[in-house]
């Protein structure tokens, strides 16, 4: 599986940003996907996952009423709707997929995008 990351960029406090992922190589049946951000000088940290299954969603709690996962599996692409953005939520976005489950492990990774939020 081959993952492309996009959407960031710079945006106010307080403002929106969608980030994609689009899954290519493989049949994206079966896989759960996730984001994960890493800001400067800090260790990477799970954001948001999806399972295949049913849909479930799963968020760390400082995202949590923010920010927002889908999916189409029709269009092989996940999404991350990122709303009332804080200038802590800078980062870089990564996006990552396993056929394990959302709580995963994750073997494939996408090369990120960045975010940054002024205040």
């Known amino acids: 599986v081959q993952l492309q990351a996009s959407g960031g960029g710079l945006v106010q406090a307080g403002g929106s940003l969608r980030l994609s992922c689009a899954a290519s190589g493989r049949t994206f049946s079966g896989y759960a996907m996730g984001w994960f951000r890493q800001a400067p000088g800090k260790e990477r940290e799970f954001v948001a996952a999806?399972?295949?299954?049913?849909?479930?969603?799963y968020y760390a709690d400082s995202v949590k009423g923010r920010f927002a996962i889908s999916r189409d599996n029709a269009k092989n692409t996940v999404y991350l709707q990122m709303n009332s953005l804080k200038p802590e939520d800078t980062a870089v976005y990564y996006c990552a997929a396993t056929p394990e489950g959302p709580y995963g492990p994750y073997y494939y990774w996408g090369q990120g995008t960045l975010v940054t939020v002024s205040s």
């Open positions: 999806i399972s295949w299954s049913d849909g479930s969603t």
